[in-house]
């Protein structure tokens, strides 16, 4: 007779690879598709052609698309960096009344979903004349952003040791070379993660990019909504084609990121470093 913890083991590994061949399948027919020149009622297309790729790549102005998507997420992690870094730093090395509500507020745009804080913050932004441009996306995509680098980069300071930038400031170290030399270096680690995560986080952001932009500031997984649920007869294939552009650049900065950062062994690192 097997034992329980076996026949749980064989239930959890069976409804993994039933998500997994799912998954596959769903991921494997848009590929396809996007490929085929006609599909209808056969196992597999009846040719197969990269025309739909051209034709999305200017029927959709991807290439635009691609860029706002690039100016987006570059934006949005160079101000998480330049907010989170510091903000995190002190709540590393301050202790101060209420620090335990401080972190709870930056928890909640990361637990929430979008949707229930987007739409009162799109109103905001509506009403200052704000949203439906650049700066608006920017804006909307910084809230779940800045507190997710704080609470990444909070652990690698507190992992470094005080006495090294005691030692710096009596050498004559101002607060800017203790940041900029000493601790900078060591927290490298702790910066690329934070910022591949919010750059992944940011290129995937539905909900906020799409409550805050106009046809001329969206992003690419919005325009790729947008294309589906718009009026008018599209091929479906040139919408598939673009879907697997989307797929592929998430797919390579995942595999980007997991290849640079390990998120095991991050704070093993930055004490690797110390030591």
């Known amino acids: 007779m097997r034992r ?6 064989w239930i959890v590994w069976g409804a993994v690879l039933f998500f997994m061949l799912n998954l596959a399948g769903v991921v494997g027919s848009v590929l396809v598709s996007s ?20 034709q999305a790549w200017d029927e959709f102005g991807l290439l635009h698309v691609l860029l706002v998507t690039l100016e987006v997420s570059l934006a949005v992690v160079v101000v998480s960096l330049l907010l989170g870094v510091p903000a995190a730093y002190v709540l590393a090395r301050r202790r101060f009344p209420g620090q335990r509500l401080v972190y709870l507020a930056f928890l909640l745009p990361i637990l929430m979903p979008p949707m229930t804080y987007g739409i009162p913050l799109a109103t905001v932004l509506y009403k200052y004349d704000l949203a439906g441009h650049l700066s608006g996306v920017i804006l909307a995509n910084l809230v779940p952003s800045v507190p997710f680098v704080i609470l990444t980069m909070t652990p690698f300071i507190e992992q470094i040791d005080p006495a090294i930038e005691r030692a710096a400031r009596m ?21 690329l993660a934070a910022s591949i995560l919010v750059l992944v986080r940011t290129i995937g952001m539905f909900e906020l990019t799409f409550l805050t932009a106009d046809e001329e ?59």
Not at 4 to 9: E, I, K, L, Q, R
Not at 244 to 252: E, G, I, K, Q, R
């Open 171 to 191: 050498c004559g170290a101002g607060t800017l070379q203790v940041f900029g030399r000493i601790l900078a270096p060591l927290l490298v680690p702790g910066i």
């Open 4 to 9: 329980p913890h076996t026949v749980t083991a």
């Open 35 to 54: 490929f085929g020149r006609q599909w209808f009622d056969t196992w597999l297309p009846q040719g197969y052609t990269t025309s739909w790729y051209a």
């Open 217 to 275: 500031s969206s992003t690419l997984v919005v325009k790729l909504y947008a294309e589906m649920a718009s009026p008018g007869i599209r091929a479906q294939q040139s919408i598939d084609a673009m879907a697997v552009v989307y797929t592929a650049s998430m797919l390579v900065l995942l595999v980007l990121a997991l290849r640079i950062v390990n998120p095991t062994q991050l704070v093993a690192r930055v004490k690797e470093e110390v030591d």
